[in-house]
């Protein structure tokens, strides 16, 4: 470890994995026998309307420990179990696969204590659980609903756990659709399109075989699709509700306007960010320097469609006659396409600054448009070739006027132009549907065209013109 830390003074214990199982997912099933030889299946005790929560430790693991003496999972086990309200399961998982009975005992030096006395919910001796889940810390608290999401609520008191049982949903009646919380936020450059996808699960006890959702920015709406299939109780299908050419960050509302026995869980929402760094060419530079761990350290550049375009990494560690060195890459691009650049730390602390200096930068022609170096484990950026934003003299780009904006019509363009150029002016709408189009023939000099979008319904649009090698794209929004 690049770190001096004494183990006991961190709040978790890790054990080397990549990353736990995401909040909001599907947990996946398990059937485990405790150290008195009782056989549990996850999705049985789920089915039968329980919320489970599961401690997943280490016996060697202070911190667990220290959580499991805290009584917390005891008391929510004696009051909301089987004995008190019946309302929670409670399980242990010992997720070391190095350690036995013994070690639950508190005989062996890889012990804590005693884990067993005066443990009143199950013990599960079985490591390939916590691998199942994901594991990569001790102790990893989770929450799993009866529609079987799982969240990892960490070391909350008694209380706490209990109130978190009231965000689960459970099949009650035999027609109920609800949407799941989105798997992270959307990404996207700007002008760019993205995919909306919404997470329909029926939580009816009849089988689902359609829906219609709709998705909304705000009062626009995006996309409206009709889904059909056969959906079985707590089963998930992920709902493609459209493809629209994002334009500003904001929030995406998903909602199932299809009738059903509860519309209170009809709707749920996700995050959206867009980028606007361009790069001004299809040839681009990447240049990176580890800090002294490169060891730690790989990178990727990935297509629109997530593929990898481009990937290194990881690079030697530094010693005092090698220090780090700075490496450059040249990538040839396609013009017109958003790109991500991830940059990952494998120890967690980023590339600078405490262990060498190191960063990455992204360049056209020796002009930086994206740098960092600085962050925990993942550094994500977006950035999008238009090779005809680099052109030296556009004096499009730089006169273009376009009021009013809001309009309620009548849209003017003020222009000026060094040559008589055809010109083609375009707008299109958010899902990326060109709903007008005028071919003109602009003279030189400073113009002005007058375009009229009162047939077209209230909204946010993109405005693009383009007069010869030239081209700029303007939002504007009709309000009538």
Same mark, same amino acid.
């Given at each position: 470890?690049?770190?001096?830390?004494?183990?006991?003074?961190?709040?978790?214990?890790?054990?080397?994995?990549?990353?736990?199982?995401?909040?909001?997912?599907?947990?996946?099933?398990?059937? $485990?026998?405790?150290?008195?030889?009782?056989?549990?299946?996850?999705?049985? +005790?789920?089915?039968?309307?329980?919320?489970?929560?599961?401690?997943?430790?280490?016996?060697? *693991?202070? #911190?667990?420990?220290?959580?499991?003496?805290?009584?917390?999972?005891?008391?929510?086990?004696?009051?909301?179990?089987?004995?008190?309200?019946?309302?929670?399961? =409670?399980?242990?998982?010992? !997720?070391?696969?190095?350690?036995?009975?013994?070690?639950?005992?508190?005989?062996?030096?890889?012990?804590?204590?005693?884990?067993?006395? &005066? %443990?009143?919910?199950?013990?599960?001796?079985?490591?390939?659980?916590?691998?199942?889940?994901?594991? %990569?810390?001790?102790?990893? +608290?989770?929450?799993?609903?009866?529609?079987?999401?799982?969240?990892?609520? !960490?070391?909350?008191?008694?209380?706490?756990?209990?109130?978190?049982?009231?965000? *689960?949903?459970?099949?009650?009646? #035999?027609?109920?659709?609800?949407?799941?919380?989105?798997?992270?936020?959307?990404?996207?450059?700007?002008?760019? $399109?993205?995919?909306?996808?919404?997470? @329909?699960?029926?939580?009816?006890?009849?089988?689902?075989?359609?829906?219609? +959702?709709?998705?909304?920015?705000?009062?626009?709406?995006?996309?409206?699709?009709?889904?059909?299939?056969?959906?079985?109780?707590?089963?998930?299908?992920?709902?493609?509700? &459209?493809?629209?050419?994002?334009?500003?960050?904001?929030?995406?509302?998903?909602?199932?306007?299809?009738?059903?026995?509860?519309?209170?869980?009809?709707?749920?929402?996700?995050?959206?960010?867009?980028?606007?760094?361009?790069?001004?060419?299809?040839?681009?530079?990447?240049? +990176?320097?580890?800090?002294?761990?490169?060891?730690?350290?790989?990178?990727?550049?990935?297509? #629109?469609?997530?593929?990898?375009?481009?990937?290194?990494?990881?690079?030697?560690?530094?010693?005092?006659?090698?220090?780090? =060195?700075?490496?450059?890459?040249?990538?040839?691009?396609?013009?017109? %396409? *958003?790109?991500?650049?991830?940059?990952?730390?494998?120890?967690?602390?980023?590339?600078?600054?405490?262990?060498?200096?190191?960063?990455?930068?992204?360049?056209?022609?020796?002009?930086?448009?994206?740098? !960092?170096?600085?962050?925990?484990?993942?550094?994500?950026?977006?950035?999008?070739?238009?090779?005809?934003? &680099?052109?030296?003299?556009?004096? @499009?780009?730089?006169?273009?006027?376009?009021?009013?904006?809001?309009?309620?019509?009548? =849209?003017?363009?003020?222009?000026?132009?060094?040559?008589?150029?055809?010109?083609?002016?375009?707008?299109?709408?958010?899902?990326?549907?060109?709903?007008?189009?005028?071919?003109?023939?602009?003279?030189?000099?400073?113009?002005?065209?007058?375009?009229? @979008?009162?047939?077209?319904?209230?909204?946010?649009?993109? @405005?693009?013109?383009?007069?010869?090698?030239?081209?700029?794209?303007? /939002?504007? /929004?009709?309000?009538?």
């Amino acid at each position: 470890m690049k770190k001096n830390l004494l183990i006991a003074a961190l709040a978790l214990c890790s054990v080397g994995a990549t990353a736990q199982i995401a909040d909001n997912s599907i947990c996946p099933d398990w059937t $485990g026998t405790d150290i008195n030889g009782n056989t549990y299946n996850l999705y049985s +005790i789920l089915d039968s309307g329980y919320t489970v929560f599961i401690d997943v430790s280490a016996t060697w *693991c202070g #911190p667990c420990w220290n959580y499991h003496n805290s009584g917390a999972l005891e008391t929510l086990y004696t009051t909301h179990g089987p004995a008190g309200d019946d309302a929670v399961r =409670v399980f242990m998982i010992e !997720g070391d696969g190095t350690t036995g009975m013994a070690d639950l005992q508190g005989n062996t030096s890889s012990s804590q204590g005693n884990w067993i006395q &005066g %443990t009143p919910y199950p013990i599960i001796d079985d490591a390939s659980i916590g691998d199942l889940l994901e594991i %990569t810390y001790f102790p990893t +608290i989770y929450k799993v609903c009866p529609n079987r999401v799982i969240k990892e609520e !960490g070391q909350k008191s008694a209380a706490q756990l209990w109130a978190a049982v009231s965000s *689960c949903q459970s099949a009650t009646s #035999p027609t109920d659709g609800t949407l799941l919380p989105a798997m992270g936020s959307l990404k996207t450059c700007q002008g760019s $399109g993205v995919d909306l996808v919404a997470r @329909l699960q029926n939580l009816g006890t009849s089988p689902m075989t359609s829906a219609t +959702i709709e998705a909304r920015q705000g009062t626009t709406v995006l996309g409206t699709t009709n889904w059909t299939g056969t959906l079985n109780t707590y089963d998930v299908a992920n709902v493609t509700v &459209g493809n629209f050419v994002a334009q500003n960050s904001g929030t995406i509302t998903y909602q199932i306007t299809s009738t059903d026995d509860n519309a209170t869980n009809n709707n749920s929402t996700q995050s959206l960010s867009t980028s606007n760094t361009i790069a001004p060419s299809t040839n681009v530079t990447f240049e +990176i320097k580890t800090d002294n761990y490169g060891s730690e350290t790989r990178w990727k550049l990935f297509n #629109p469609d997530g593929t990898i375009f481009a990937q290194g990494g990881p690079y030697t560690n530094a010693t005092s006659s090698n220090p780090p =060195v700075a490496h450059t890459y040249n990538w040839a691009l396609t013009d017109v %396409t *958003c790109y991500k650049l991830q940059v990952t730390d494998a120890y967690g602390d980023g590339m600078c600054c405490n262990y060498g200096n190191g960063y990455y930068k992204v360049m056209v022609d020796g002009n930086i448009i994206l740098q !960092g170096g600085q962050f925990a484990s993942e550094d994500n950026k977006l950035f999008k070739t238009d090779a005809a934003s &680099g052109i030296a003299d556009n004096e @499009l780009s730089r006169s273009l006027n376009i009021y009013p904006n809001p309009t309620t019509g009548l =849209v003017n363009l003020e222009y000026n132009l060094d040559q008589a150029s055809a010109m083609t002016v375009s707008v299109t709408d958010v899902v990326g549907k060109v709903v007008m189009s005028r071919d003109l023939r602009a003279a030189s000099g400073a113009q002005r065209q007058t375009l009229d @979008l009162g047939n077209l319904s209230n909204g946010m649009y993109l @405005l693009k013109v383009v007069a010869g090698n030239r081209q700029v794209t303007r /939002t504007i /929004t009709l309000d009538k």
